[in-house]
Every structure is written in C-alpha cells, then in structure tokens.
C-alpha cells in the first residue's frame, strides 16, 4: 500500500490570492475527502469527490472547489483567501464501499498572511 | 445534524496505567464511529471504527471501544498505556454509510507520563 501523499506540506499564501493543493491517492482509491482542521479543532468535512464527480458537501463557500483525476489524484482549490483558510488541509481516500476504511494523507499547512 | 463532543481537552496518564477517552455522539440513525488517531504533524490514521453487531470492538494498537446506544457514547479503552501512545485522539461519526464525510470531534491530546 503507497498511502495518500499531499504536496505541497507547507504554504503560505497573501489574503486574496488562490491557492491549489494537491492530493495522491492509492490505485482504486476512486472516493477522496478533503477536510480542513483548524488549529485546535477537529477536522471538518470540505466535500467528496466519487468517479470524478462531487458527491457530497459540507459548510464551505463556493469559493472551495476540487477536481479529481482518472490517475486517482485530485486537487482543492481556494480562490480569495481569507486569513481564516490558514489550516491543515487534510485529503483522505478510499477503495468504494462502506467497509472501507479511509486513509489519510499528512495534510497540507497553509497560512495565509 | 449530526455533531461529536469530546469533553477532555487534555488527558494525563503514567506509562502502563489504564486509558478511556470518552466521545458523545448526535446521530438521528444507527451511527457508523469511528476514532482516529493523529501525531504532531501527521494524518489521521483509522483506530477501529463500529458500523453494527458486536458493541465492543477491537482496534489496532491495543486499543477497544464500547458503543452504548443507550448513552450515544463510543468511548475508546486501553488496558496499559505506553509512552508512544501520546498524541492527539480524535472521534467521528459518518454520514450514513459514507465514512468520508464524518463529523468529527475537537480532539482530546493525551500527554504519558514517564
């Protein structure tokens, strides 16, 4: 198992600008989360993407999108940063199918100044 | 909507003494839990998670959790605690059957003791 890999581990972007981060998941891994934790916090669901196409979002402005790829990797994008984006932004995927377990990335750090 | 509440921020234990990390969960439907675990700088990685049958389940590390329907709790156990234990415990529920879009709780940090 290769496991998800993030890039880039840290950023630091200037309030208004857009930001893309990246996610690498497993082969087969065809469901992938994107979540944002806070510092302090627990992690909070962004959305999830399901073969290519959105398929679920939580409590986040348009301002957030994503795209996911036919090579199982995906990307979050933020336009407009805000200095309240700064977080650990955290991707997860998964084989579909409820017994499958999700295996998470070490995240991105963004902060934006 | 569903919402998870960890109410210790900060656990301390002594290395080999016993470990619950409590979690209370707001769910309308038969809940899917889950407890993650996270190191300074790291990813979650998945503890155990409950998604039917037998209310004590086994995870990795040593760890075990009790779903009590009763009391929606999902409190996470561990009989001796070791030093490599500490770390940043995390619990979730899922929407429905999809685990990608859990709710999580804020967090409880576990210190260990020498």
């Known amino acids: 198992e290769t496991g998800v890999t993030q890039s880039p581990t840290h950023l630091i972007k200037t309030r208004g600008q857009q930001v893309t981060l990246r996610c690498s998941s497993q082969?087969?891994?065809?469901?992938v989360s994107w979540y944002q934790q806070a510092l302090g916090q627990g992690p909070q669901f962004i959305f999830q993407?399901?073969?290519?196409?959105?398929?679920g979002r939580g409590n986040f402005p348009p301002r957030f999108s994503g795209l996911q790829f036919p090579n199982y990797s995906s990307e979050l994008n933020v336009n407009a940063l805000e200095l309240d984006d700064s977080a650990l932004y955290l991707c997860?995927?998964?084989?579909?199918?409820?017994?499958?377990?999700?295996?998470f990335g070490s995240g991105t750090r963004l902060t934006v100044v | 909507a569903q919402s998870v509440t960890q109410p210790d921020i900060h656990i301390t234990v002594s290395e080999g003494a016993s470990l619950e990390l409590r979690c209370n969960y707001s769910?309308?439907?038969?809940?899917?839990l889950f407890w993650y675990v996270q190191s300074p700088g790291q990813g979650l990685q998945l503890l155990l998670k409950y998604f039917s049958g037998d209310t004590l389940v086994q995870g990795i590390k040593g760890f075990e959790a009790e779903f009590k329907r009763s009391q929606s709790s999902f409190n996470l156990r561990k009989p001796s605690v070791h030093w490599s234990d500490a770390a940043e415990y995390f619990c979730?529920?899922?929407?429905?059957?999809?685990?990608?879009?859990?709710?999580f709780g804020d967090g409880t940090t576990l210190t260990v003791k020498p």
């Open positions: 993407y399901y073969r290519e196409e959105e398929n």
């Open positions: 979730a529920v899922g929407v429905g059957t999809n685990a990608g879009k859990s709710t």
């Open positions: 997860a995927s998964s084989y579909p199918g409820q017994n499958y377990g999700y295996t």
């Open positions: 769910y309308g439907a038969t809940p899917y």
């Open positions: 082969s087969g891994h065809n469901t």
